[in-house]
């Protein structure tokens, strides 16, 4: 049974940083490729990144690049997104996904809250 277990969520400054950690487990971790996206109440749910299976290729929205970074641990089932120089705009909750024989699998999700 495929679980994705997100957290590191909560309130931080404009400017601040935080990092995500999303545990996985039921599948073969080290085979996937794996994505972070958010969704803000009321709006659709976007893609903010995504690493494959052995971390050689890196994507990121245009709105996030060079301020987060995904990376990944495939000793301990475990996908990152590292959030710098946070905004308002970043302002949403964050949820880790990966698909496995086409069928998406999500997490609960982390709030991650950007406010003075």
């Known amino acids: 049974q495929v679980q994705l277990v997100e957290s590191g969520g909560g309130l931080v400054q404009p400017g601040g940083s935080l990092r995500l950690s999303c545990a996985a487990s039921g599948f073969t971790f080290s085979s996937y490729t794996m994505r972070w996206y958010r969704q803000v109440l009321g709006k659709e749910r976007e893609v903010v990144a995504r690493i494959t299976a052995n971390s050689a290729i890196t994507n990121y929205a245009d709105s996030v690049k060079g301020r987060f970074t995904i990376s990944r641990d495939n000793a301990k089932n475990t996908v990152y997104l590292q959030m710098n120089s946070l905004e308002p705009e970043d302002t949403a909750v964050y949820y880790c996904?990966?698909?496995?024989?086409?069928?998406?699998?999500w997490g609960q999700g982390t709030q991650v809250t950007v406010s003075s």
């Open positions: 996904n990966v698909a496995v024989r086409y069928y998406d699998y």
